[in-house]
């Protein structure tokens, strides 16, 4: 599975900007995907996920009302809306996908959940 992130940039506070993730090289139909980052001298946290079954959305308090994750079966593309972003939402956006597994209602803000991740895109606020 490969995965390839961008929309990334430096914006104001209160700004927006879209991510997107194009994943490529999986069959299987069923999996998790999720949005994670990670900023400087701070560990990953996952942040927002979706279950391919039914694009059920899940996400952390710190995203909850100002992101929106999504996807687009027909180009294979994952994507998380940012909104009124914070200095305190700086950090490298991740992609990660999982491998065909049992809905990510419990687990979806499990790391090791994920084997496969994209190379990440830098956001920037200030």
């Known amino acids: 599975v490969q995965l390839v992130e961008s929309g990334g940039g430096s914006v104001q506070a209160g700004g927006s900007l879209r991510l997107s993730c194009a994943a490529s090289?999986?069959?299987?139909?069923?999996?998790?995907m999720a949005w994670l980052r990670q900023a400087p001298g701070k560990e990953r946290e996952a942040i927002a996920g979706?279950?391919?079954?039914?694009?059920?959305?899940y996400y952390t308090d710190s995203a909850l009302g100002r992101f929106t994750i999504s996807r687009d079966n027909t180009n294979n593309t994952l994507y998380l809306q940012t909104n009124s972003l914070k200095p305190e939402d700086t950090a490298r956006y991740y992609c990660?996908?999982?491998?065909?597994?049992?809905?990510?209602?419990?687990?979806?803000?499990?790391?090791?959940?994920?084997?496969?991740w994209g190379q990440g895109t830098q956001v920037t606020v200030s």
């Open positions: 990660a996908h999982d491998r065909p597994g049992p809905p990510c209602r419990d687990s979806w803000e499990s790391i090791s959940r994920y084997p496969y």
């Open positions: 090289g999986y069959t299987y139909s069923s999996y998790c």
């Open positions: 979706i279950w391919s079954g039914d694009d059920a959305a």
